[in-house]
């Protein structure tokens, strides 16, 4: 094998999600100073907005995760351009 261009860190990584509290272990290279302990063993944890556990894809359930107000400034704007045509 080439020297040098393979990852160091490969390790077991939590992966959870933050909009339904879902927890896995996943071998990662991902970068995190954060640990949590699972299953009585520390692990690096990785936190995710959204993953297969809460997209409307896999759910097949429509959320909205609006955090700046972009939805509503949105719907403002739509309303005024139906109210135009």
């Given at each position: 094998m080439?020297?040098?261009i393979h990852p160091e860190?490969?390790?077991?990584v939590v992966f959870k999600d933050v909009g339904d509290g879902t927890e896995w272990v996943v071998r990662s290279t991902v970068k995190t100073d954060r640990k949590t302990t699972y299953?009585?063993?520390?692990?690096?944890?990785y936190t995710l907005e959204i993953s297969?556990?809460?997209?409307?894809?896999?759910t097949g359930?429509?959320?909205?995760?609006d955090t700046e107000g972009r939805v509503e400034r949105?719907?403002?704007?739509?309303?005024?351009?139906k109210k135009l045509g």
């Open positions: 080439k020297q040098g860190n490969y390790r077991p299953n009585g063993q520390e692990y690096p944890l297969c556990h809460t997209h409307p894809f896999f359930q429509q959320r909205f995760v949105f719907q403002k704007k739509f309303q005024r351009t």
